[in-house]
Each structure stands twice: as structure tokens, then as C-alpha cells.
């Protein structure tokens, strides 16, 4: 993942008889709600993380080292069994560890450039997913065949990356018979033509429980001239790039992915922009960085922001995507709210999508809100 939140905690719930069915019937036969857990060096309290509303728990994230995988930070093992504790209030939770992301993919092309290297790093994944009693893993390999964070990649990644795939299957596949259970594999990807023009996803996918499809980061200060959204469900027509959910989504279908192993990807976060003028209130008006730094969390954008010093928030009818703007200090801000959740929901289950995943789970209220969202606009 791009952006990188620390994950904070929340309430316990007790779950009732009639959230237990809940569960089963989501996890069983409804939409999967995913979310990434990233927090770094801090040891969790996992009575404080709402599981009741998750079907899976990606942990983020191991890096790879030597062409093996290894523990991203030093609380991970402890945070293992913390997590795996929490299965006595949600027995249908799954949990995965996401190797790589945005930061930590520089391993993955020369780790998956031979037989021998993938075998190498396969045998010590399927040891760590065993040690750590993990129900499977999540490749966040940023990117096949693209610098991603001036990473290391070659042509030969488009290739390798389907082989990798494969071979990780079989290997759980033969753990699954040894424990009588089926081990995960899903990937995050990409949400981009040159993603899928250097993978095989029509391929890839075969080996795949489901896709997590990385929906947002569409346009970013420092990286972008425009300021546009986030994450927009719909093109705008004044979207130069003419990106938004809705086009990954049905690129990926004609990729030949089947929707229903696709996994919506949603920002629990927002970004920042200064822009050059106040025509159309900042939206696909040049940009960059603020001059002044500002948290674009979503707590911070409802809390701090919204309605106050100077704030109006408006409404794309088009993308379905909610902005704020400061005129006077020309600050154009970008996220998603519970109204544009609200519409993604929808689409997901008009379009027959598995369900979402978010990035990054955190127990501050106003993010909470934003689960609860999908939580009741996914559940069956």
C-alpha cells in the first residue's frame, strides 16, 4: 500500500447469537470486508479491534530479505497470537500476512526470477504462515515489471509473477492437506492500464482467492500536476488521466478476472493539495504539496476541517466523490465519506464484486464510521 497509517484500536463487543449467524452467512456467502492492519513496532490490544465487522485481517507487512520472507517489525509474532485470540469473538475471521507493499517490493523480481529462488522464498513463507498460525498469504508486489519506488524489475517480471502464483498455490494447497484446511492467497494490485499490461492477471487470477484492487492513490500531490480525486467511483470528463474505480474495475473484466474475485479498494484517508486557483473550486485545477503541512486522515478532514476555517465541502455528482476547498488559502483536500462509501457499496453489489478492502484500519471514531458503512451497506 502507498499510504502508510499507524492502526489504532477500538471498543470490545460482546457478539450476540444473532451476529454469530451474521458472520457466518458474510464470511460464508456475502461480501468479504478486508482491511489492512498496519502498526509498525506497536504491540496491539486485540480486544480492542473490531473483528465482528471484518471477514479478513491482512497484516501489513512482511519484507523479503536474502530471497526469503522475514518479520517486518518486532511485535509481529506477539501480534499474531493477538489477533488469533480475537477468532473466539469472530470464528470466521481469516488472517493473512501481506508481503512486500510500496515500500519493502525491492526483493520481488530477484526473488521470483528462477525455479530455485521461488522455491526458496515459497518454503520460507509456507514455514512462516505455519510458525505464526496464519490462514494464508497476500503478495503486495509493487510492481511486476514497473519501478514502483525505484525498485529493481525487468520484462522477465510479467512472467515470473504468474509462476510465482502458481507454485505458491500448490505449496499451500500441499500445507492444506497436512492441517485439513484451505490456505489463502490473494494479491493487491495495481489500479492501472500498465499494471495490467505487465502482469497476466487472466492467468494470475486462477490461483488467486481474490484480488484486492488498489482503487485509490489516482491522483497525488508531488506526483500529479492536477489536483483531482482520490479515489472517484466515475470518470469526470475533466479527468485528463480519465481514471476511476469503475474503469479498473472493468478493465480488469475484460483482463478477464472474474468479478466476483475482485475486492473494491477504499482509502480510509484523504489527500492534500495547493492549488493555483479557486475555478471549479480546486477540482482538475494545477496543483502540487500544501505549503503548510496538513494530516489528511479522515479524522482529521471531519474533526478539524470539514465546515471549519474557511472549509466547504462539495459533492461530485459524476465520480460520486465528496472534496473540500478553501478558497482563500486555496487548499483543495480529496477522501472518501460515508456518502461515497455508501454509493461504492452499491456498486459492489450491482457489479457482483466480492466486496472491499480498505486501507488502513484504525479505532478513531470518524474511521470506525467509515467500517460501519461497510459493514451495513456489504452485509447480506
Known amino acids: ?106 526483493g520481488f523480481s530477484d526473488m521470483s526470477l528462477t525455479d530455485t529462488s521461488r522455491a526458496k522464498f515459497i518454503k520460507s513463507a509456507v514455514s512462516f504462515i505455519e510458525e505464526n498460525n496464519l490462514d494464508g498469504i497476500d503478495i503486495d508486489w509493487e510492481y511486476p515489471g514497473l519501478p514502483g519506488a525505484g525498485n529493481a524489475h525487468r520484462p522477465e517480471d510479467k512472467e515470473n509473477f504468474t509462476s510465482l502464483l502458481k507454485e505458491m498455490r500448490n505449496s499451500l494447497d500441499n500445507l492444506g492437506v497436512k492441517h485439513n484446511k484451505h490456505y489463502l492467497l490473494t494479491a493487491a494490485t495495481g489500479a492501472s492500464g500498465n499494471y495490467l499490461a505487465n502482469t497476466e492477471m487472466g492467468e494470475d487470477q486462477k490461483y488467486l482467492d481474490f484480488i484486492n484492487l488498489m482503487t485509490y492513490d489516482f491522483c497525488e500531490p508531488g506526483s500529479d500536476s492536477l489536483a483531482g480525486h482520490n479515489a472517484p467511483l466515475f470518470n469526470n470528463p475533466r479527468d485528463p488521466n480519465h481514471s476511476s474505480c469503475d474503469a479498473m474495475v472493468q478493465a480488469y473484466v475484460d483482463a478477464e478476472v472474474p468479478s466476483n474475485k475482485i475486492l473494491l479498494g477504499v482509502p480510509f484517508y484523504g489527500h492534500v493539495w495547493q492549488v493555483t486557483t479557486s475555478d471549479h473550486h480546486g477540482l482538475y485545477e494545477p496543483g502540487g504539496m500544501p505549503k503548510i503541512r496538513m494530516r489528511g486522515s479522515y479524522e482529521n478532514i471531519r474533526l478539524n476541517l470539514l465546515n471549519e476555517e474557511g472549509f466547504v465541502r462539495y459533492w461530485d455528482s459524476t465520480s460520486c466523490a465528496p472534496y473540500l476547498f478553501n478558497g482563500s488559502e486555496k487548499i483543495f483536500i480529496t477522501y472518501d465519506d460515508e456518502e461515497s462509501l455508501h454509493d461504492k457499496c452499491k456498486y459492489i453489489g450491482a457489479h457482483e464484486l466480492k466486496g472491499a478492502m480498505f486501507w488502513s484500519y484504525s479505532s478513531k471514531y470518524y474511521e470506525l464510521r467509515l467500517l460501519q458503512t461497510l459493514y451495513d451497506g456489504l452485509k447480506p
Open 1 to 106: 500500500m502507498r499510504r502508510i497509517f499507524a492502526a489504532v484500536i477500538s471498543s470490545f463487543v460482546i457478539v450476540s447469537c444473532s451476529t454469530t449467524r451474521l458472520l457466518e452467512s458474510n464470511a460464508e456467502h456475502g461480501k468479504y470486508i478486508v482491511g489492512y492492519l498496519f502498526c509498525g513496532d506497536s504491540l496491539i490490544n486485540g480486544n480492542d479491534i473490531e473483528v465482528e465487522k471484518l471477514t479478513h485481517v491482512i497484516y501489513a507487512f512482511a519484507n523479503i530479505k536474502d530471497g526469503k520472507i522475514e518479520q517486518g517489525f518486532k511485535n509481529d509474532a506477539e501480534n499474531f497470537k493477538i489477533l488469533n485470540q480475537t477468532k473466539s469473538r469472530n470464528p470466521y475471521l481469516k488472517i493473512l500476512i501481506s508481503v512486500g507493499g510500496w515500500t519493502w517490493s525491492g
